[in-house]
């Protein structure tokens, strides 16, 4: 009895160990297949998270930045200078510079599209620094690629100061235009940054006007002055511009102001004749020449009127740029 029970166990245990087998090589099968089955799923998954994020990049890409505006003013006490920096970048936090005063801010940024962007200053309380020729308009342009995602720029404009205090107030205005390709205007849409340019009582500007001892009556008869209505040239200084070596001197403080008198001389100038002294002259000898052969073909157009008098009294010029003519004229009479 207890051989068979024996022989009874065994079998029921090899038995119970073949169901054993069995049954783990079909889990293993099992488990293969939903392996299988998952490793498929995490790839699309997988898949469709990078097509996802792939489309997010994208959409992000063209999705256009947007811009902010800022204007800051640099005063130079001893020489009554100054330099105007604008700032156009995507960020909008303020430059830590003890030396400079913000005069304007963006509150909302602005997108800035491809293409030709014109910064322009407008203000009677500054003048063009012809000294490092500035360009007397006070305009800058900059180039804005289509491919280019960074579109920050800097703009700085070297400028000196027309009256001896300046704010508190509005000193001026600033125009960020964009060009209209299609008929090169700026003026077909609204500017994308317009900026009132503003100085605090904290930071008002109160300086010693330059060439003071000028402003009085000097003893060939002239008075030089920065008051218009007490500028005078005496019939001594008054000579007509018909001395090619006083008109190669006399060019040479005018060279980068020769459009704007050719614009205030109008009509005896038009906007073709500057044009086409541009294209004669600027290329080879640049604005000293213009501004010589304009002088030259100013007395040849109209005699009468071509002469010192009128060109500093009539055409509103510079202060500093008086005294240098006149210094010319004082120079002449002691050559001669």
């Not at 008051?227 to 008109?247: A, G, P, T, W």
């Not at 002088?295 to 009128?310: F, K, M, T, V």
């Not at 240098?324 to 004229?329: A, L, P």
Request: with cysteine; proline share 3%.
């Amino acid at each position: 009895m207890s051989i068979m029970a024996s022989i009874y166990h065994q079998g029921l245990k090899r038995c119970y160990i073949d169901d054993e087998d069995i049954d783990i090589s079909s889990s293993s099968k099992k488990l293969k297949r939903l392996d299988k089955y998952h490793q498929q799923e995490f790839e699309q998954s997988a898949y469709q998270w990078s097509l996802q994020w792939q489309n997010k990049i994208k959409k992000n890409h063209k999705k256009k930045k947007e811009y902010h505006c800022q204007v800051y003013l640099k005063f130079y006490r001893a020489t009554n200078k100054c330099t105007l920096d604008v700032i156009v970048k995507s960020s909008n936090d303020i430059i830590n510079d003890n030396d400079s005063i913000l005069l304007a801010k963006t509150r909302i940024p602005k997108i800035i599209q491809p293409g030709v962007i014109r910064v322009r200053l407008v203000s009677s309380l500054f003048t063009a620094d012809i000294d490092v020729c500035e360009d007397p308009s006070l305009i800058k342009l900059e180039t804005i690629k289509k491919d280019y995602n960074n579109k920050n720029f800097d703009k700085q404009f070297a400028l000196k100061l027309k009256n001896n205090r300046i704010g508190p107030g509005v000193i001026g205005k600033l125009f960020i235009e964009s060009l209209d390709p299609s008929n090169g205007s700026y003026r077909n849409e609204s500017p994308i940054f317009e900026l009132n340019l503003s100085l605090t009582s904290e930071h008002e500007i109160i300086s010693t006007p330059l060439h003071q001892n000028f402003d009085n009556n000097l003893i060939c008869g002239c008075c030089l002055s920065s008051d218009e209505s007490r500028l005078k040239i005496s019939d001594q200084c008054n000579l007509k511009l018909n001395n090619m070596k006083f008109l190669h001197r006399l060019a040479e403080p005018l060279r980068c102001q020769w459009k704007s008198i050719g614009r205030e001389l109008s009509p005896c100038f038009s906007e073709i004749d500057l044009i086409e002294f541009q294209q004669t002259y600027f290329a080879f000898d640049g604005n000293h020449e213009c501004a010589y052969q304009l002088l030259r073909e100013w007395y040849i157009r109209d005699p009468h009127q071509a002469n010192i008098r009128y060109l500093i009294t009539r055409l509103k010029l510079p202060f500093d740029m008086i005294v240098k003519i006149h210094d010319d004229i004082i120079r002449t009479f002691t050559c001669n």
